[in-house]
């Protein structure tokens, strides 16, 4: 997930060819558009790993356990 937010933003300051990234990297005191875009992409790759945890821990949390299985004792 963090490299497609990565790709997006990438191809969306290059394609525009604005200065609207720098001006929000100088805002948010990053003082470069690389490093907003480097933040962008790193909030991407945490809000990916969170959402595949979750998913993870939310199906092994509705998954059956069989009952008739033998244990060997």
Same mark, same amino acid.
């Given at each position: 997930? *963090?490299? =497609?937010?990565? %790709? &997006?933003?990438?191809? /969306?300051?290059?394609?525009? %060819?604005?200065?609207?990234? &720098?001006?929000? *990297?100088?805002?948010? *005191?990053?003082?470069?558009? /690389?490093?907003?875009?480097?933040?962008? =992409? *790193?909030?991407?790759?945490?809000? %990916? =790993?969170?959402? =595949?945890?979750?998913?993870? #821990?939310?199906?092994?949390? #509705?998954?059956?356990?069989?009952?008739?299985?033998?244990? %060997?004792?």
């Amino acid at each position: 997930m *963090g490299i =497609a937010w990565l %790709g &997006q933003s990438l191809y /969306i300051s290059t394609v525009s %060819g604005s200065n609207l990234p &720098q001006k929000m *990297g100088d805002l948010m *005191g990053f003082g470069s558009d /690389i490093v907003l875009l480097a933040v962008t =992409a *790193g909030l991407g790759f945490f809000l %990916g =790993a969170f959402s =595949a945890l979750t998913g993870s #821990l939310f199906r092994r949390l #509705l998954k059956r356990k069989p009952d008739n299985i033998y244990k %060997g004792y």
